[in-house]
């Protein structure tokens, strides 16, 4: 395999680029990517955007083990610094789908990655709310991200959505700037951790707004004015004045390159046997964007690990031995 490897570059069709591609930077991502190279693979890990994934837009990590009280940037940083020093091969680009075969290969906009074995470890992003002016108002008000866009509403009053642990854990972060925080669930009670919430709800800054379905997001130009709730059995509607709204109501699985090619539960998530193998021979799956009951950074990172051991063993029964 080349050793300056770089997007675009011509490839020979009849040698693979890589024993192993790994398709995400994240916490799964970097991982994999970690014990592939200590086990003495040849690895090219594929991120579109910047390392770190969803996890590095967390500002609050308290239950990593080793690492209490470390935000998700933080987190992620040190996890690339650790994997860098392995001398791991990262190209930037976005992969827009897969062939199957030996070896198998990644379609990229920018050209083509071959592997003998494929790690999936795209994550997932945050579910938009489908309602009106949302996507209006998405970067001039509208945000998905706490920790990026929480210091533009200093002393300005602001509203999240969402019950679980993201959200609980973010709208905390966002009284540091915000002179309001409404924190609207659909349901009575909210879903994140007891000690999450023995944590967050006490804040002077928050009020609860609860059961209550965001409606419409109301605005003019490029602000934000208000949000319209509607209680879930239509009993009742409530207004509230605010300058922005930010969406923490779970997550889609990046998983549109491989939905003809591999199968997906109902949610799109990847489906995969308890070796973290998809439903093709070579091709895993870790982390958020697999069908796993509990999307965690400590979860995600294992299973990376794991995901690149069961590829290091496929790769060892595979009939040709060659290696790049």
């Not at 970690?34 to 990590?61: F, K, M, N």
Request: charged content about 20%; aromatic content about 6%.
């Amino acid at each position: 395999m080349p050793d300056n490897l770089t997007a675009g570059e011509a490839r020979d069709d009849n040698t693979p680029a890589a024993d192993i591609a790994i398709v995400g930077a994240g916490p799964a991502g970097l991982t994999a990517g970690l014990y592939a190279v200590r086990a003495g693979r040849s690895v090219i890990l594929i991120e579109q955007l910047s390392p770190g994934g969803q996890a590095a837009t967390t500002w609050h990590v308290d239950n990593y083990p080793g690492l209490p009280h470390v935000s998700g940037a933080d987190l992620t940083m040190k996890i690339e610094s650790q994997v860098r020093e392995f001398n791991l091969q990262v190209l930037s680009g976005q992969v827009l789908g897969m062939v199957p075969g030996a070896p198998h290969q990644l379609d990229m906009a920018t050209g083509n990655i071959k592997a003998r074995a494929i790690i999936f470890a795209t994550g997932a992003k945050p579910r938009p709310l489908n309602i009106p002016g949302e996507e209006e108002f998405r970067g001039k008000g509208v945000s998905y991200c706490a920790t990026c866009d929480g210091a533009f509403f200093r002393g300005l009053p602001v509203a999240v959505i969402g019950g679980g642990n993201t959200a609980l854990e973010e709208a905390e972060f966002l009284t540091r700037f915000a002179s309001k925080v409404y924190l609207v669930h659909r349901r009575e009670q909210f879903r994140a951790d007891k000690v999450v919430q023995e944590r967050v709800l006490p804040n002077p800054k928050l009020e609860n707004i609860t059961p209550f379905i965001p409606r419409r997001i109301v605005g003019q130009e490029q602000s934000i004015q208000s949000l319209e709730l509607e209680r879930p059995d239509k009993t009742g509607k409530r207004e509230l004045s605010v300058k922005g709204v930010f969406v923490f109501t779970g997550l889609n699985p990046q998983t549109d390159m491989v939905k003809n090619v591999l199968n997906l539960d109902e949610e799109g998530y990847i489906t995969t046997g308890d070796d973290l193998s998809a439903s093709i021979p070579g091709i895993f799956a870790a982390g958020d964007c697999r069908a796993n009951q509990v999307k965690q950074i400590v979860v995600a990172a294992g299973e990376g690990a794991r995901a690149a051991v069961m590829a290091d063993r496929y790769l060892q029964t595979m009939a040709d031995d060659s290696s790049c």
